[in-house]
């Protein structure tokens, strides 16, 4: 009777120990969750093959940029290396999403400019982008150039010139016989050169508030 007070006791000890085994064995797999989730800093999920590689948007080579330019831009006042401003005028989109808003401030610069000759030549303006500004970034970009081109003079330059001569010289020679003539002639091609040297020069420029469409030569990284 006694032996059967001691197998009682031990026989609950045993079916209480196999219960805590499997509750512990059960928590398991809840801990190594838990880890999971502590490492990735998300809870119940790992991160996507697209999240792991980053969110950077890049705008290609090839994309037009699109500009208002903010102020007037010419060859009488601009030298290369003078910087100028423009504005975005149309918006940046990539995957149906706009990455660069209207309005973004572009800066550039004047790679060329020449005014032409007096009697020949033409004038020759050249501008390109150099960066713009987006939530408090810059952004470098390298651009293709925009050119402005003069028309070639006129023929009219050497017509002046030849008819001032002819002019002084007839004049030179009512007033003093053929020694006049050629001192009229001298002076008249003077005035003729004169002449076309002051309607001559051209020059060439961008007004304020141009569109300009500049190709972007090298992707950018947002």
Not at 60 to 69: D, Q, S, Y
Not at 153 to 161: A, D, V
């Amino acid at each position: 009777m006694r032996s059967w007070m001691w197998i009682i006791p031990a026989l609950f000890l045993a079916g209480c120990s196999k219960t805590n085994t499997v509750s512990a064995d059960g928590e398991r797999p809840a801990e190594s969750a838990s880890a999971a989730t502590s490492a990735d800093g998300r809870p119940g999920s790992a991160l996507s093959p697209a999240e792991s590689a980053g969110s950077d948007m890049v705008i290609p080579k090839g994309t037009a940029l699109r500009v208002r330019i903010d102020e007037t831009v010419d060859t009488k006042r601009n030298r290369a290396g003078d910087e100028f401003r423009a504005s975005l005028a149309e918006p940046i989109v990539l995957e149906g999403k706009t990455v660069v808003p209207r309005g973004t401030p572009f800066v550039g610069h004047v790679t060329e400019s020449q005014a032409s000759g007096r009697l020949e030549g033409r004038a020759e303006l050249a501008l390109t982008l150099d960066s713009f500004q987006l939530e408090g970034k810059d952004y470098r970009v390298h651009t293709g150039n925009i050119d402005r081109v003069s028309a070639a003079h006129k023929k009219h330059n050497i017509e002046m010139i030849g008819g001032g001569a002819g002019l002084g010289a007839l004049i030179g020679g009512i007033a003093g016989g053929g020694k006049g003539a050629l001192i009229g002639a001298g002076a008249g091609a003077g005035a003729g050169t004169a002449g076309a040297a002051a309607t001559g020069k051209k020059e060439i420029g961008v007004s304020a508030e141009s569109l300009l469409t500049f190709p972007l030569e090298k992707a950018v990284t947002l």
